[in-house]
C-alpha cells in the first residue's frame, strides 16, 4: 500500500521539531504534511523550540499522539545542528515514559529526518533508540512508511533512503502557512534544491544535481501567499541565479506586483560572480528597501578557496557588489568563515575589511563547523582542524590560530554582529574605526571586543543603551575622546535615525561594576522574605 491508496487503519501521526527560535516555521515539515495524501487527515504539526524543556515537550507530543489503543502511533522528529542534543534528550525521555511497564514493548514508532541523520550514523548511538532514520529528502518515504506501518507491514530495515523526489510530483505546502505565521515568522520558499558547486564546508556540496520546482505551479502559490498578507517571503535556494531565465522570471513576476504591494520584501541567496547584465537591469528596477541578497563569500584568500574547492572570480565578484550596492540599492547581507583550513587571522581580517571597503551592509561572521558528511574534514590532519566533539562541532584551533586566538575571534563575531550588523550605531561604530587609526575595521573592532570582555565579562545579551555605554567608555578610556563630542556627533544622531530616545550625556556614563558582595546580598533577599513572615 502506498501513501496515495485509501486511508489504511486509523491511528495519529505527529510531525514535529524543535525549531532555534519561535519566528522560525519549520519550512520542511511542512512539505511532509503537504505530502501525506490520504494520511494528511490523521497528521499533526507540532513546533517547539530548543529553549522549552524536553519534559515539557514530551508531554505535549504524547498528548497530540492520543490513546495507543485507538491504533498506531508514529512520531516524526526533524533533526537539525541546532537541535540534535534537545531531540535526543526528547527521544529518551519518550522511550522511559513510552515503554510498556511488563514487557518493555515500544508503544509509540519514532522516525527522525533531517541533515544531522543523513550521515555518520553508527556516529550517533542514540539513534538506537529510534525505529526508523529516513535520510536525505522525506517528501515521499516519510509518507510511505507511514501507510506500511499503519497497515502492519514493517520495513525490514532501519534506515530508508529518502532519495531525490521528482519535483514535478510534489504537493508545494505553502497552503499550511496559518495566517499567524504570514504575520509573525519568516515565511520560507524556494524555487530549486540541490546546488552545483563543490564547496566542501557545506552539505550542498553533496548535491547531485539541482533541480527546479514547476515554475507556473510556485508562481501561483506566491501570489496565493501575497493575497494572504505575506509581504515577506525568503527563498532558502542555495543559488537562485545558477538559471537566469527562472531568476528573471521570478524576479519579473514580484516586480509587477509590487505597486499592489509596495511593502514587499524579497531575500534571495545569490552566486557572487554570476550577474550578467539582463539580471542587473531587473535587480536595478525594484526599490530600495524592496531586496536583500545574502552573498556568500567565504573566503577572499584564492588559495584558500582552491584548498576547499570554491570556485569564486574575485574581481567579479566585487563588482557585482558595487552595482547591487551603488546602482541597484539592494541591501546585501554578505559571509565571511573563520578557521578556514590554511587562513589565519590576518587573512581573514584583510577579507572583512575588503567587504567594508566596499560598502556592504551586513558581514555575516561565521565559526567553521564540521557538519556531519561534509568533506572538510579530510584537511583535519594536514591543516591540524580541531572541532568540538558535540554539536554544532565549531572549529577549536587550526594550525594557523590557536585555541586563544580562536576563542578572541568567537568574541569577536558576537560583538561584530551585536555593534555593526545589528546597524543600531553606525556613527558610533564608524567613529571607532576613524580614531583607532589602523585603517581596518577589523583590527578595531577586535580590540575593542578584547576590551569589552575584559571589563564586562562577556560580549553577548547586552542591550542597545549599554552598547552605547561600551563603545563611548572605550572611545573615551583607550581613544581619548571627548564623551560630549561623541554624544554629540555619533550617538544621538545614530539613535535618532532609528526613532529610539535619545540617551541624555549623563546617560552614557559606566557606572562601576556590581561588586559580589551586592549581587550575593540580592540572592538573599528570598530567606530574609521567609524570615521576616
Not at 496565493?224 to 528573471?248: C, M, P, Q, W, Y
Request: hydrophobic share 40%; aromatic share 8%.
Amino acid at each position: 500500500m502506498s501513501a496515495d491508496s485509501p486511508s489504511p487503519a486509523p491511528g495519529a501521526i505527529v510531525l514535529a521539531t524543535l525549531n532555534a527560535k519561535y519566528i522560525h516555521a519549520a519550512f520542511g515539515l511542512r512539505y511532509l504534511q503537504a505530502n501525506m495524501g490520504p494520511l494528511r487527515a490523521h497528521t499533526q504539526l507540532r513546533e517547539f523550540t530548543i529553549l522549552q524543556r524536553p519534559l515539557d515537550i514530551a508531554e505535549a507530543l504524547l498528548e497530540a499522539l492520543g490513546d495507543p489503543r485507538s491504533g498506531p502511533r508514529i512520531l516524526g522528529l526533524g533533526v537539525y545542528i541546532w537541535n540534535v542534543e534537545e531531540t535526543r534528550a526528547l527521544v529518551e525521555l519518550l522511550r522511559r515514559v513510552d515503554t510498556g511497564a511488563e514487557t518493555g514493548a515500544r508503544k509509540l514508532v519514532i522516525v527522525v529526518g533531517g541533515p544531522e541523520v543523513s550521515h555518520e550514523l553508527d556516529e550517533q548511538p542514540w539513534l538506537a533508540q529510534v525505529d526508523y532514520v529516513i535520510t536525505g529528502e522525506g517528501d515521499r518515504a516519510f509518507p510511505e512508511l507511514c501507510a506500511r506501518l499503519l497497515d502492519g507491514r514493517r520495513p525490514l530495515t532501519r534506515v530508508l533512503d529518502g532519495g531525490l523526489p521528482d519535483l514535478d510530483s510534489l504537493t508545494l505546502p505553502y497552503a499550511l502557512y496559518t495566517d499567524h505565521d504570514l504575520s509573525h515568522r519568516v515565511v520560507y520558499v524556494e524555487a530549486s534544491r540541490g546546488c552545483p558547486y563543490r564547496c566542501e564546508f557545506c552539505l550542498s556540496s553533496l548535491d547531485k544535481k539541482v533541480r527546479a520546482f514547476p515554475l507556473e505551479a510556485l508562481l501561483g502559490e506566491f501570489d496565493s501567499l501575497l493575497e494572504r498578507g505575506a509581504r515577506h517571503l525568503k527563498f532558502v535556494d542555495r543559488t537562485f541565479n545558477l538559471d537566469i531565465a527562472r531568476s528573471r522570471a521570478i524576479l519579473e513576476h514580484f516586480l509587477a506586483r509590487l505597486e499592489r504591494y509596495p511593502e514587499l520584501f524579497l531575500h534571495f541567496e545569490l552566486v557572487p560572480d554570476r550577474l550578467p547584465e539582463e539580471l542587473r537591469e531587473l535587480i536595478a528596477r525594484f526599490p530600495p528597501g524592496s531586496l536583500q541578497f545574502e552573498v556568500g563569500i567565504q573566503t577572499l584568500d584564492d588559495a584558500v578557496g582552491r584548498r576547499i574547492s570554491r570556485r569564486q572570480r574575485v574581481d567579479r565578484t566585487f563588482a557585482n557588489l558595487e552595482f547591487l550596492r551603488e546602482r541597484a540599492h539592494v541591501h546585501l547581507h554578505t559571509d565571511l568563515i573563520i578557521g578556514l583550513p590554511g587562513e589565519d587571522l590576518e587573512g581573514f581580517g584583510a577579507g572583512l575589511d575588503r567587504l567594508i571597503a566596499a560598502g556592504v551592509q551586513e558581514v555575516q561572521v561565521g565559526v567553521l563547523k564540521r557538519l556531519r558528511g561534509t568533506p572538510i574534514v579530510r584537511h583535519a590532519e594536514p591543516f591540524g582542524l580541531v572541532f568540538e566533539p558535540r554539536p554544532p562541532y565549531a572549529i577549536l584551533r587550526t594550525d594557523a590560530i590557536d585555541f586563544p586566538t580562536m576563542q578572541r575571534l568567537r568574541r569577536f563575531a558576537q560583538v561584530w554582529d551585536n555593534f555593526w550588523n545589528h546597524g543600531d550605531m553606525p556613527r558610533t561604530m564608524a567613529q571607532l574605526w576613524r580614531v583607532d587609526g589602523r585603517g581596518s575595521p577589523f583590527a578595531a573592532t577586535l580590540a575593542f571586543s578584547d576590551w569589552l570582555f575584559a571589563r564586562a565579562g562577556r560580549v553577548h545579551a547586552i542591550s542597545l543603551i549599554n552598547r552605547a555605554r561600551y563603545l563611548c567608555a572605550f572611545l573615551v578610556e583607550v581613544h581619548g575622546c571627548a564623551l560630549e563630542a561623541i554624544h554629540e556627533g555619533c550617538v544621538a544622531p545614530d539613535f535618532e535615525a532609528r526613532g529610539k530616545g535619545v540617551p541624555q550625556l549623563g546617560d552614557l556614563s559606566l557606572g562601576p561594576k556590581a561588586s559580589g558582595r551586592g549581587r550575593a546580598r540580592d540572592a538573599n533577599e528570598r530567606q530574609r522574605r521567609h524570615a521576616s513572615g
